[in-house]
């Protein structure tokens, strides 16, 4: 089993920043890719970046520029800077990790981007 728990998450107004971490329990970074989703009221679940344990990375087209997932494998933490933030942005963040034997997810963090 793996957990991971998310932080970082809260309200900051339009043009700010905010960096999400998801700490997990083992270090899986070699095996699975770790992932951020999102989802905002009344709508489904969204891909937001992914990194691979090959190091590739994938950034939802309306994040790209703005968002960078990065990990840190000595802290079995992944990272999601998130700069220029936009209203739109507003969500319930999740981290997740999958590729391995079975998916798992965090509990989700809260971001609002508002003034």
């Known amino acids: 089993q793996v957990q991971l728990v998310e932080s970082g998450g809260g309200l900051v107004q339009p043009g700010g920043s905010l960096r999400l971490s998801c700490a997990a329990s083992k270090n899986i970074f070699s095996i699975y890719t770790m992932a951020w989703y999102r989802q905002a009221p009344g709508k489904q679940r969204e891909l937001v970046a992914a990194?691979?344990?090959?190091?590739?990375?994938n950034y939802a087209d309306s994040v790209k520029g703005r968002f960078t997932i990065s990990k840190d494998n000595v802290k079995n933490t992944v990272y999601l800077q998130m700069n220029s933030l936009k209203p739109e942005d507003t969500a319930v963040y999740y981290c997740?990790?999958?590729?391995?034997?079975?998916?798992?997810w965090g509990q989700g963090t809260q971001v609002t981007v508002s003034s």
């Open positions: 997740s990790a999958f590729g391995g034997d079975q998916p798992y």
């Open positions: 990194s691979a344990s090959s190091g590739l990375t």
